[in-house]
């Protein structure tokens, strides 16, 4: 690796040129081993963002981040690795079906995951609810539970990706986050470098999502499948709707608890429609036959769920911690629910201290929100809309005002749902699908 002059590089993506692959390299190892000051970093991300990467710079920069360090070998293990990302949504706690179902399907899922911040949860938060459940595993204990259950769940460890560790901290802080190649960079990068044969990308797009629009979500899909082609992991893109929060539960314990209801054969609508599309994709890109929905009601994804959370700790029968305070919402007029805002209620949520404001902050792992009623369904004055779980009363007014707003009682003559096409069973939840395995 030739020696620059952190400066001259940062010029020259200022202006729009095109740096060299060896530069970008150089220069996403000297960030991330701290030989140029956070300054340097930050500036050279501020004109990435506006300047975005070239098809060979966003390779160079995504192949930088993966050789920061470790590199999984998962191919020892008898079943294919199937793994599934998520963009970030209120309500998302997919993951937690998808992985034993998929697992039960006969694939392995190697879910190396992060924590949340903001006004999305993250996986391992939700896990964390669990009594006992431990995040942190080593390399071999995640091999041996891929072996014996099928599916893992934890931390990425501090070898993997450590480039995208420093860099996404100073995104975070910059306001460097919403650019694309850098997004997708920061994923496939983390991706790649856990060892996944196949991957499925779960790009939310809606109010509640990081993507609002339908052509950004979609170029982004498109530029992490293109990554996924470059290094040999098969990889689809299934767009999905973030408008509403998914299910009714957003917040940890809350959401556990709608995750296991889910795989005990019931859960709402739309979190069983957009799981079963994932797990379609992923068995398929396995090269397995098993049709997930036959799985699931079967109850085997249960099971593995069981072993998944023993395995790591995880004592179900303690119960989920609960709120000590709810506050119930009530609809303001007779009519129908047209409108439930993803972003208000994750705001809402985070508020209540389901989330963290930085990465060291402790959360609540019974706060949360739990939508009583959804978009499409038929309300009188009164009746209870949304629930607001929390222990500490004092947060109560923040939430309520982040609410303001964040929903809509509509009166129609007929009783239907005139213009409002936010009916949960109705709703084209799988927008778009984007892929590149040779069909
Ligand atoms: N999630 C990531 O892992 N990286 C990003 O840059 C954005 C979301």
């Known amino acids: 690796m030739g020696d620059y002059l952190a400066v001259e590089l ?28 956070d300054e340097q970093t930050s500036a050279m991300l501020m004109a990435i963002f506006f300047q975005g990467l070239s098809a060979a710079e966003l390779s160079a920069w995504t192949a930088a981040i993966i050789d920061s360090g470790e590199r999984l070998d998962l191919s020892c293990l008898p079943r294919p690795t199937v793994d599934k990302h998520s963009t970030g949504g209120v309500g998302d706690k997919v993951s937690l079906v998808l992985a034993p179902l998929v697992a039960a399907c006969g694939a392995a899922v190697p879910q190396l995951s992060g924590r949340g911040l903001g006004h999305t949860g993250g996986t391992l938060d939700k896990l964390e609810a669990i009594e006992g459940w431990r995040a942190s595993l080593a390399n071999e204990e995640i091999l041996r539970q891929l072996d014996d259950v099928g599916a893992v769940i934890c931390a990425a ?18 306001g460097s986050v919403e650019s694309i190649p850098l997004i997708a960079a920061s994923i496939m990068g983390k991706k790649i470098a856990e060892g996944t044969g196949s991957l499925v990308l779960d790009v939310k797009v809606g109010c509640g999502a990081f993507m609002k629009e339908r052509g950004r ?48 054969g019931g859960g709402p609508d739309d979190l069983v429609a957009v799981t079963l599309a994932l797990a379609r994709e992923m068995v398929r890109l396995a090269g397995l036959e098993a049709d997930p929905a036959e799985v699931l009601a079967g109850g085997r994804a249960m099971d593995v769920w069981r072993d998944m959370i023993a395995a790591q700790g995880g004592n179900l029968a303690a119960g989920m911690p609960v709120a000590r305070v709810v506050e119930v919402v009530g609809s303001p007029a007779d009519g129908v629910l047209s409108r439930v805002d993803a972003m208000a209620v994750g705001m809402a949520a985070w508020r209540l201290g389901a989330g963290r404001g930085s990465q060291e902050d402790p959360v609540d792992h019974a706060a949360g929100v739990v939508c009583l009623a959804k978009p499409g ?48 069973s109705e709703r084209a939840l799988v927008i778009e699908r984007i892929g590149n395995e040779q069909e």
């Open 10 to 37: 940062i010029c020259a993506k200022r202006d729009g040129e095109e740096l060299a692959p060896g530069a970008l390299a150089w220069f996403v190892d000297a960030a991330t081993n701290g030989r140029i000051p």
């Open 157 to 174: 460890g501090p070898g993997l990706a450590p480039a995208d560790r420093k860099l996404y901290a100073l995104r975070d802080i910059t």
């Open 217 to 264: 979500a979609r170029t982004l899909a498109e530029t992490m499948v293109g990554l996924g082609a470059d290094y040999g992991v098969r990889t689809t893109a299934l767009l999905t709707g973030m408008d509403t929060p998914l299910g009714r539960a957003a917040g940890n314990a809350l959401e556990v608890a709608e995750a296991e209801e889910t795989l005990a």
């Open 377 to 424: 369904e038929t309300v009188r004055a009164g009746q209870p809309l949304l629930e607001l779980h929390t222990s500490e009363e004092n947060l109560l007014a923040g939430a309520l005002a982040a609410l303001e707003g964040g929903f809509d009682v509509i009166d129609t003559p007929d009783g239907s749902c005139g213009s409002c096409d936010d009916r949960p």
